[in-house]
Every structure is written in structure tokens, then in C-alpha cells.
């Protein structure tokens, strides 16, 4: 791979031992991908936040970077973290969890790293202009920058997004590469969606058939940007699919090469098919939103459905703590907590440690939660749209 001088420097040390130590993974993983040369990147997404993801052998290790003056040379965002990081005592979090938890927080911060702990930075001030290269890691995020946007990112890993934070530049391999970007597969939708949880559902189904491709998507008429984001994280989760075009939509669906692909249609049928695959026709201890983040239109929406009720089982909303503080203002939070919910910022269900604070039984309207929730959390699912899921709770 071609190296520039100042890179040649890195790699040798001449810059200090962290920015060598985080060069030669960057270096490694473009030799095994075939790189050219490394480029830069406009902005880097950190997973591997959530104590409960990375234990003590992770805590341990940003403690040592973090240590040794080491700060990032672009614009870094963080993934959620295990807990809500202002009301996590009122909320019920762990308390040994949480010291834990800030640990790993004050380490990130120490690099400069922005405590902004959503996977959905692009609603959170960090939004990438098209075919801006940018080293993102979480899943959803990633699947969104590259299709909704037209950013360019593979899905790092955590140490590599990290690495490329550090280094200001990732390899340029894979989906920085326009012809990785083609489409491979076509996807013929023959049904209507409505809830934002169709699209997850539908996102679930298409990610388990196509694993791994880059689907192309016609018959989608029109979708906004939550519901893209749902449907793209359920892709992502069921099938690691990190870049789709929709006919019509998606900024690069004119430019990209759609002919003699292999077409698999997708009908009513299919969807309640995973609706029930997905929904164990359990009863609910915890309905819980915000997968990926809510942005402010689904925390105003789920308001104004909770407005005037009153709970039986909790309800959270998980977001940014950008977002909580939109919803404070425009009076949303209050409304849902006066109906028993409450607005979880900096967290989710999946990298939270909800398995430890009681809960059982989880309702989710996200295919990709719900894909997730078993695994993670030892959680029986009830996957639903919103409407049955606040019924389910009152
Ligand atoms: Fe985000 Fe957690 Fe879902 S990180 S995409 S809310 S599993």
C-alpha cells in the first residue's frame, strides 16, 4: 500500500507509540482488504461504549490510551452507552454498572472524543455530506450514512474506528470503492408499509435472505427518514447488510448498475410471516422505543399517543441526549411521564443491562431489537407497531 510520508512517519513511531500501535491496525487491515493507499476521513463513530459490551479488559485498555495524552484529529462521536449518564440512579440502573460505565466514559473524553452516545449522530449534529469517506462502526449508522446519505464507510470495528479517530484516516478498501457499491440482488416490494415497525420487520426478512449483498429495492414509494433508519438497522442486524438503494429514494439508486439482478418478491404475506416469527405472544413487562435513537418526530408522536393515559407497564424512549433536551422544551417529556413513561437518553434496550433491573418480557416496534434482545439481553420478544404495543402497556 502507498504511504505518505507523514503516514511512513507514523508507522515508524516518529509521532508516539498510540498513533503507531493504532496506524499498524489500520495499516494490517488494508493489506488484508487490498487497499491502495489510506485517506482521509471527515468523521469517525466509535462503538464499544456499553460497560456491558466491553467488561474490564476494555475499560482497561481505553484507560491506557487514554492515559497517555492521546486525542483524536477528527470529529469522533460515541455510540450508546450502558445507561442513561445523568439519570441513571433515578432511573434504576446498576449502581456497581454505573461506576464502571464512567469510567469508560471519562476515558473517551480524556481523547476528546464527544460524549454524544447515540447511533444516530447523523441526527445529533455529526450528518456527512454525499461521498464523504468517514469511518463509522455501529451498524445502523453505518447503513444509513452509506445509503441515506451517500456518505462512504465500512463497518468498523471498535478498535479500528477508534484507530482511524486517532490517525484521521481509514483505508480504502471496500465500500470507500464505487464499484463496491453496485447493487447485487433486487428486492420487488409487493405490499404497502405503514408503521415505521413494517419497515423493521421488512428490513428483518430481506436481511436474513440477502446476507451480506447490497439489496435494490423497488416499489418503495415513500419512506422518511425514521423509517429508513428502521429499516436499514433491522437489515443490518439479521443479515450485516451495510449499504441498500431504494428506486428513487436513495441518492445513489439513478447512478448505480440495477440490471440482470436476481429479483425475490416480497408480498403481504411475508410480512406477517415475520411479524409472528418475530412476536412471542408474550405480555409485555417493558415496551420499549428508540431503536435506533428516536428522533424528535417519534418522541412527539409516541407523546401524543400517551397523552392523557395511563400506564400499567413502563414505557421508555430511547434517544440522544440531544434530543431528550428538544423534547424537555417542547413539553414531551412531561407529558410522557406523567402517563408513566420516561425518555432514556445515552442508552438502549439492547447495550443497557435491562436483564439485571427485572425485565423479562420486552415489546419492541424494531426489528433490529428484536433480532438483538434474545441473545443480548435473555429477553422474550413481543415485536409490534406502536399502536398495539402502548395498548399492551395501559
Ligand atoms: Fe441503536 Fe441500540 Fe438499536 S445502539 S440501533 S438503539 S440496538
Same mark, same amino acid.
Given at each position: 500500500?502507498?504511504?505518505?510520508?507523514?503516514?511512513?512517519?507514523?508507522?515508524?513511531?516518529?509521532?508516539?507509540?498510540?498513533?503507531?500501535?493504532?496506524?499498524?491496525?489500520?495499516?494490517?487491515?488494508?493489506?488484508?482488504?487490498?487497499?491502495?493507499?489510506?485517506?482521509?476521513?471527515?468523521?469517525?463513530?466509535?462503538?464499544?461504549?456499553?460497560?456491558?459490551?466491553?467488561?474490564?479488559?476494555?475499560?482497561?485498555?481505553?484507560?491506557?490510551?487514554?492515559?497517555?495524552?492521546?486525542?483524536?484529529?477528527?470529529?469522533?462521536?460515541?455510540?450508546?452507552?450502558?445507561?442513561?449518564?445523568?439519570?441513571?440512579?433515578?432511573?434504576?440502573?446498576?449502581?456497581?454498572?454505573?461506576?464502571?460505565?464512567?469510567?469508560?466514559?471519562?476515558?473517551? +473524553?480524556?481523547?476528546?472524543?464527544?460524549?454524544?452516545?447515540? @447511533?444516530?449522530?447523523?441526527?445529533?449534529?455529526?450528518?456527512?455530506?454525499?461521498?464523504?469517506?468517514?469511518?463509522?462502526?455501529?451498524?445502523?449508522?453505518?447503513?444509513?450514512?452509506?445509503?441515506?446519505?451517500?456518505?462512504?464507510?465500512?463497518?468498523?470495528?471498535?478498535?479500528?474506528?477508534?484507530?482511524?479517530?486517532?490517525?484521521?484516516?481509514?483505508?480504502?478498501?471496500?465500500?470507500?470503492?464505487?464499484?463496491?457499491?453496485?447493487?447485487?440482488?433486487?428486492?420487488?416490494?409487493?405490499?404497502?408499509?405503514?408503521?415505521?415497525?413494517?419497515?423493521?420487520?421488512?428490513?428483518?426478512?430481506?436481511?436474513?435472505?440477502?446476507?451480506?449483498?447490497?439489496?435494490?429495492?423497488?416499489?418503495?414509494?415513500?419512506?422518511?427518514?425514521?423509517?429508513?433508519?428502521?429499516?436499514?438497522?433491522?437489515?443490518?442486524?439479521?443479515?450485516?447488510?451495510?449499504?441498500?438503494?431504494?428506486?428513487?429514494?436513495?441518492?445513489?439508486?439513478?447512478?448505480?448498475?440495477?440490471?440482470?439482478?436476481?429479483?425475490?418478491?416480497?408480498?403481504?404475506?411475508?410480512?406477517?410471516?415475520?411479524? $409472528?416469527?418475530?412476536?412471542?405472544?408474550?405480555?409485555?413487562?417493558?415496551?420499549?422505543?428508540?431503536?435506533?435513537?428516536?428522533?424528535?418526530?417519534?418522541? $412527539?408522536?409516541?407523546?401524543?399517543?400517551?397523552?392523557?393515559?395511563?400506564? +400499567?407497564?413502563?414505557?421508555?424512549? @430511547?434517544?440522544?441526549?440531544?434530543?431528550?433536551?428538544?423534547?424537555?422544551?417542547?413539553?414531551?417529556?412531561?407529558?410522557?411521564?406523567?402517563?408513566?413513561?420516561?425518555?432514556?437518553?445515552?442508552? @438502549?434496550?439492547?447495550?443497557?443491562?435491562?436483564?439485571?433491573?427485572?425485565?423479562?418480557?420486552?415489546?419492541?416496534? $424494531?426489528? +433490529?431489537?428484536?433480532?438483538?434482545?434474545?441473545?443480548?439481553?435473555?429477553? +422474550?420478544?413481543?415485536?409490534?407497531?406502536?399502536?398495539?404495543?402502548?395498548?399492551?402497556?395501559?
Amino acid at each position: 500500500m502507498y504511504l505518505t510520508k507523514e503516514e511512513e512517519k507514523m508507522l515508524n513511531g516518529e509521532m508516539g507509540e498510540v498513533q503507531e500501535r493504532m496506524f499498524r491496525l489500520l495499516v494490517r487491515l488494508g493489506d488484508i482488504y487490498n487497499a491502495d493507499k489510506m485517506i482521509p476521513v471527515g468523521s469517525v463513530q466509535v462503538a464499544g461504549v456499553s460497560y456491558k459490551s466491553i467488561g474490564d479488559p476494555g475499560t482497561e485498555f481505553l484507560e491506557d490510551i487514554s492515559s497517555k495524552n492521546t486525542k483524536v484529529k477528527v470529529l469522533t462521536y460515541l455510540n450508546p452507552a450502558g445507561m442513561d449518564l445523568e439519570n441513571w440512579n433515578e432511573i434504576g440502573f446498576p449502581k456497581n454498572f454505573a461506576k464502571n460505565q464512567l469510567k469508560i466514559i471519562n476515558s473517551f +473524553k480524556k481523547m476528546g472524543i464527544v460524549i454524544t452516545s447515540t @447511533c444516530t449522530p447523523y441526527l445529533a449534529g455529526n450528518l456527512p455530506r454525499f461521498r464523504e469517506h468517514i469511518a463509522w462502526s455501529e451498524s445502523s449508522a453505518v447503513s444509513f450514512s452509506n445509503s441515506v446519505i451517500g456518505a462512504r464507510t465500512n463497518r468498523e470495528g471498535g478498535p479500528s474506528a477508534l484507530a482511524a479517530a486517532i490517525c484521521g484516516k481509514t483505508a480504502n478498501y471496500g465500500l470507500h470503492l464505487w464499484e463496491n457499491r453496485q447493487p447485487n440482488i433486487k428486492i420487488k416490494l409487493e405490499t404497502e408499509l405503514c408503521y415505521n415497525s413494517d419497515f423493521g420487520a421488512l428490513g428483518y426478512l430481506v436481511g436474513k435472505i440477502v446476507k451480506n449483498k447490497i439489496p435494490y429495492f423497488t416499489g418503495i414509494d415513500n419512506a422518511d427518514t425514521d423509517q429508513l433508519k428502521s429499516l436499514g438497522a433491522a437489515m443490518a442486524a439479521s443479515g450485516a447488510v451495510a449499504l441498500y438503494h431504494i428506486d428513487g429514494l436513495t441518492p445513489e439508486s439513478d447512478l448505480v448498475n440495477k440490471n440482470d439482478l436476481e429479483t425475490i418478491h416480497i408480498g403481504k404475506k411475508e410480512l406477517i410471516d415475520t411479524y $409472528s416469527k418475530l412476536n412471542s405472544n408474550e405480555k409485555p413487562d417493558i415496551v420499549i422505543f428508540g431503536c435506533p435513537h428516536a428522533s424528535l418526530r417519534e418522541i $412527539s408522536s409516541i407523546s401524543e399517543k400517551l397523552n392523557g393515559k395511563k400506564l +400499567k407497564k413502563p414505557i421508555w424512549i @430511547c434517544t440522544s441526549r440531544l434530543m431528550k433536551e428538544a423534547s424537555d422544551r417542547m413539553g414531551y417529556t412531561d407529558i410522557i411521564k406523567k402517563a408513566g413513561g420516561q425518555i432514556v437518553a445515552d442508552t @438502549c434496550m439492547v447495550v443497557s443491562p435491562i436483564e439485571q433491573m427485572g425485565f423479562n418480557k420486552t415489546g419492541v416496534n $424494531s426489528g +433490529k431489537a428484536a433480532n438483538y434482545l434474545p441473545g443480548f439481553c435473555k429477553q +422474550k420478544v413481543i415485536f409490534n407497531n406502536i399502536d398495539e404495543l402502548i395498548e399492551a402497556s395501559v
